[in-house]
């Protein structure tokens, strides 16, 4: 396995952080790392990329733990975080070469690395610009330009498209879809079309727990399996009976509207229920339950 995380735990003080979580990650695939804001995405990249230590538990690349390896695994490692690290000062050929010095690249090879990505990247329209005169979509295509000079095993993303206007994060899926064709890539997002359009899998985390591990194909059938009923009632109804109808496996009110999500059609017991109550029905929808709204779920 390219990526392999076991029962890892990371704590800041008081703070835990990652409730020892476990995954892998097969090579050549392309997983989604979703969760909301906080829930522990980036501490887990900041370990495996060897940025920050572990507290306990064991995180490896292409079977090398990061915490005994730092820099065997960096070098199998190539890292685009949320904050793009970029000199915006330097053109972009300029900045390359440097990265690529960094990384112990020089002379001809890293003239010739430099130019294969500039082209891969789609640099090449603008690579005569200094880097702050971008636009951001650009910047992000010069950060993975940077993370892929070394040829890495590895591709680790952190919201690469976070920011981004419709047509640059097109460009980008595209970009990291046809780079995941030879290469083991993980990218964390809380954006589930970003997952729909490149992942075979995805991993869910919240509040440093893996609430979901699963392909996306599973996702969508338990997406299919729910249903939601949004009705309108002409008086108050107590939720309780709503929630004691059989299937039915939330409730939220709004007024005189609730939102009913259950696991199968129950608009007919929905009705009696209301009948019996000797309320009225203004009006009720049954609607399928988005993958947004799995996560919401998965996540609330």
Request: proline content about 3%; overall charge neutral.
């Amino acid at each position: 396995m390219s990526i392999q995380v076991t029962d890892l735990f990371k704590i800041y003080g008081t703070q835990k952080a990652l409730n020892r979580i476990s995954f892998d990650v097969q090579p050549g695939e392309i997983l989604g790392f979703l969760g909301p804001n906080g829930a522990g995405k980036s501490t887990t990249m900041k370990i495996l990329t060897g940025f920050i230590p572990q507290t306990s538990g064991s995180a490896k690349i292409c079977g090398l733990e990061t915490s005994e390896n730092p820099i065997l695994t960096r070098r199998k490692i190539g890292y685009l975080p949320e904050l793009n690290p970029l000199y915006t000062d330097m053109f972009i050929k300029e900045y390359l070469l440097f990265s690529a010095g960094l990384m112990g690249i020089t002379g001809k090879e890293a003239n010739s690395k430099v130019e294969e990505m500039i082209g891969k990247t789609g640099l090449s329209p603008e690579r005569n610009k200094k880097i702050q005169q971008l636009s951001k979509g650009y910047k992000q295509r010069v950060g993975l330009a940077a993370a892929l000079l070394h040829d890495p095993e590895v591709l680790i993303l952190d919201e690469p498209t976070s920011g981004l206007d419709p047509n640059q994060v097109l460009e980008i899926r595209n970009l990291i879809k046809e780079t995941g064709k030879n290469k083991t890539v993980i990218f964390s997002t809380h954006i589930m079309q970003e997952v729909e359009a490149m992942c075979s899998r995805v991993v869910i985390i919240n509040k440093g727990n893996i609430v979901a591990n699963d392909t996306v194909q599973s996702l969508q059938s338990r997406m299919e399996a729910e249903v939601l009923i949004i009705v309108e009632l002409k008086n108050e109804i107590n939720k309780n009976q709503i929630l004691s109808i059989k299937g039915v496996s939330s409730c939220e009110q709004n007024g005189l509207v609730y939102q009913i999500r259950a696991k199968h059609d129950i608009r007919e017991a929905l009705a009696e229920l209301v009948s019996k109550e000797n309320n009225l029905i203004l009006s009720m929808n049954k609607e399928l339950v988005s993958l947004e709204a799995v996560f919401q779920n998965l996540t609330r």
